[in-house]
């Protein structure tokens, strides 16, 4: 069986509807960045939405950071603790962090890693429509902030093997 990297980075958002594509273009720039430097603690992963499928993504992992854009919120970027919290989205098509988290400790009776959700503003999120100018903006400064978490979850990993 595959070893699983202690740190999941997961980008979600549709790429056709403007801003809502922050998620998988900081995924994929990261995923670049992880390329070229040969770092294997740390796996990404992207999609549309958060499913129930993903609770199976965060077995044996330490920490998983989860990046999404928000409408409205803190520009340039934030970063929250995720806590787990039973809400209704487990039985629809799209799952909230809380509630991925609580699926995950009611499903396997552990508590779920430590997950932190960043989220970076969008302001315009229909179809065909290009990122704006403000959210690339954002996301430059979310992906400096980005590197550092990796930086620092990446360090912790190595002191836990």
Known sequence: ?????????????NPARGDDAVGPVLAERLEQWLTDSAHVD????????L???HVLDLAGRRRVLLIDASAGGQ???ECVRVEPESDDSHTTHAVSPRGLLATYARLTSHTPPRTELLCVPGRSFELGAPMSEEARRDVEQAWRFLRQW???AMTESIDHA
């Open 1 to 13: 069986m595959k070893e699983v990297a202690p740190v999941l980075v997961i980008g979600y958002g």
């Open 42 to 49: 740390i796996e990404v992963l992207t999609d549309f939405q």
């Open 51 to 53: 499913n129930i499928e």
């Open 75 to 77: 520009s340039p970027f």
């Open 150 to 152: 990796c930086e620092q």
